[in-house]
Nanobody, 119 residues
Framework: QVQLVESGGGLVQAGDSLRLSCAAS????????MGWFRQAPGKEREFVAS????????SYADSVKGRFTISRDNAKNTVYLQMNSLKAEDTAVYYC????????????WGQGTQVTVSS
């Protein structure tokens, strides 16, 4: 029903910036809460950031607060994750996800994009 495709990952040095994009299909994209998650090798997937529907309230994991910014462009059916001051600890596969209102869950997931931060 909803297809999500992440892009923008790559290899960067500590202190650099990177912007991830998540292109979504679906006519009701703007009615979904959107989130970013990440999974490092050997670890569980963890929450990074979200932007809620309908009020647009954002939320961030403590580990990225002040460095990462989530935003969305409904006209382009795209959600972004601006990552600044990257650290080696940010290295992970980053996933975009969409939550249907009222489901209390993230129902749709992208394939992920690799972010590697070297120091």
């Amino acid at each position: 029903q909803v297809q999500l495709v992440e892009s923008g990952g790559g290899l960067v040095q500590a202190g650099d910036s990177l912007r991830l994009s998540c292109a979504a299909s679906g006519r009701a994209f703007s009615s979904y809460t959107m989130g970013w998650f990440r999974q490092a090798p050997g670890k569980e997937r963890e929450f990074v950031a979200s932007i809620r529907w309908p009020d647009g309230r954002t939320s961030y994991a403590d580990s990225v607060k002040g460095r990462f910014t989530i935003s969305r462009d409904n006209a382009k059916n795209t959600v972004y994750l601006q990552m600044n001051s990257l650290k080696a600890e940010d290295t992970a596969v980053y996933y975009c996800a969409a939550s249907v209102p009222g489901t209390a869950a993230y129902n749709y997931w992208g394939q992920g994009t690799q972010v590697t931060v070297s120091s």
